[in-house]
Nanobody, 119 residues
């Protein structure tokens, strides 16, 4: 069994910061790409940021320069540092990762964490 558990969401004022964490646990052989998605009410889920096992990163245009993604491979954890937050960043944020477990490679999802940006 593999689990992804997110933490760090909450309510923040515009211009503020939050740090999301997502820890993978269970029977894990390897973790490859790790990603953060978000889904706002009434909208489709969108890919926010991704990081490869080697540390190569990519971002959707709306968060470039504001949301650096990083990972700690020793802790099987990915982070999303959210800075200069805007009301339009309000969404449920989901962690997603490609994980090899028991010789099977598949992607796993976390349960989601709510981020609300409001004054």
């Amino acid at each position: 069994q593999v689990q992804l558990v997110e933490s760090g969401g909450g309510l923040v004022q515009p211009g503020g910061s939050l740090r999301l964490s997502c820890a993978a646990s269970g029977s894990i052989s390897s973790i490859y790409d790790m990603r953060w998605y978000r889904q706002a009410p009434g909208k489709q889920r969108e890919l926010v940021a991704a990081i490869s096992s080697g540390g190569i990163t990519s971002y959707t245009d709306s968060v470039k320069g504001r949301f650096p993604i990083s990972r700690d491979n020793a802790k099987n954890t990915v982070y999303l540092e959210m800075n200069s937050l805007k009301p339009e960043d309000t969404a449920v944020y989901y962690c997603n990762a490609d994980i090899m477990s028991s010789s099977f490679l598949r992607d796993y999802w976390g349960q989601g964490t709510q981020v609300t940006v409001s004054s």
